[in-house]
């Protein structure tokens, strides 16, 4: 988790929080649901982030060096 950085709070139901903290006690992995839901939601995002298709410039692009390569 981020150190130093400003935090908000969210609400999450009562059994959620508590199935979240019965999956992660005693795992060592994280100190609190809190680190847990940061860290899944970050890793969501990340994933996001890596399945943008190309823009249609950059889909251009890359058939034009596909060409040149003769792979198209």
């Not at 999450?12 to 994280?30: D, H, M, N, P, R």
């Not at 847990?36 to 060096?65: A, C, M, Q, S």
Request: proline residues 3%.
């Amino acid at each position: 988790m981020l150190e130093s950085e400003d935090k908000v709070s969210i609400s999450l139901s009562k059994s959620l929080y508590k199935k979240i903290k019965e999956k992660i006690e005693g795992s060592g992995a994280f100190n609190s649901v809190e680190d847990y839901v940061e860290f899944v939601l970050e890793e969501l995002l990340k994933e996001e982030e890596e399945e943008t298709p190309f823009t249609p410039e950059e889909e251009e692009e890359i058939k034009k060096r596909l060409r040149a390569l003769g792979y198209i």
